[in-house]
T-cell receptor, first 116, second 110 residues
Framework: DTAVSQTPKYLVTQMGNDKSIKCEQN?????MYWYKQDSKKFLKIMFS???????INETVPNRFSPKSPDKAHLNLHINSLELGDSAVYFC???????????????FGDGTRLSIL | QKEVEQDPGPLSVPEGAIVSLNCTYS??????FMWYRQYSRKGPELLMY????GNKEDGRFTAQVDKSSKYISLFIRDSQPSDSATYLC??????????FGQGTRLTINP
């Protein structure tokens, strides 16, 4: 009964390749997120979608492209992978918040991406 | 200077001790404060969620927010080996944008 599930859990690939990570949530939430956690454990938001609409887009290289086919899914496609992309990528979901509110976010268990 | 500062530790205490974890922040617009627990190879799990200043208690966990000092704390009473994890503070001014601390790695020794 995993609430937020990501696939794959581990991804090892070579520099220059293109890869995708998938995320699905069964919590009925309207908003989904992608975060990157680096080797020092810093967790930083990359993107957020609300009902398939992009609402947060942090300073992320345009090699990263999120896609939301429906509100229960948010995938992350990465082109031309670089060594610095090695990290753990977390998907999360929440109820929709507003400009002046914040709803708790629930995280998946991460995808560990290693670039050779 | 980072928006949220958190001592990465590691912090090691004996079982049964009271643990105090802290974060400071610089953005006075932050209104929502959270503590997440992250076990190795797992995603962050929401432990405590508070709005504005004050205290909140849930079982062995107490969260405190002092907005005047821009300082938040998490206390764990009667600590157990199962509490060994990385604890991340997170804050938001709204619009679902969370800013996380680096996380404090905590070990409870039996």
């Amino acid at each position: 009964d995993t609430a937020v599930s990501q696939t794959p859990k581990y991804l090892v690939t070579q520099m220059g390749n293109d890869k995708s990570i998938k995320c699905e949530q069964n919590l009925g939430h309207d908003t989904m997120y992608w975060y990157k956690q680096d080797s020092k454990k810093f967790l930083k938001i990359m993107f957020s979608y609300n009902n398939k609409e992009l609402i947060i887009n942090e300073t992320v290289p345009n090699r990263f492209s999120p896609k939301s086919p429906d509100k229960a899914h948010l995938n992350l496609h990465i082109n031309s992978l670089e060594l610095g992309d090695s990290a753990v990528y977390f998907c999360a979901s929440s109820q929709a918040g507003t400009t002046y509110s914040n709803q708790p976010q629930h995280f998946g268990d991460g995808t560990r991406l290693s670039i050779l | 200077q980072k928006e949220v500062e958190q001592d990465p530790g590691p912090l090691s205490v004996p079982e049964g001790a009271i643990v105090s974890l802290n974060c400071t922040y610089s953005n006075s617009a932050f209104q929502y404060f959270m503590w997440y627990r992250q076990y190795s190879r797992k995603g962050p799990e929401l432990l405590m969620y508070t709005y504005s200043s004050g205290n909140k208690e849930d079982g062995r966990f107490t969260a405190q927010v002092d907005k005047s000092s821009k300082y938040i704390s998490l206390f764990i009473r009667d600590s157990q080996p199962s509490d060994s994890a990385t604890y991340l503070c997170a804050m938001s001014a709204g619009a679902q944008k969370l800013v996380f601390g680096q996380g404090t790695r905590l070990t409870i020794n039996p």
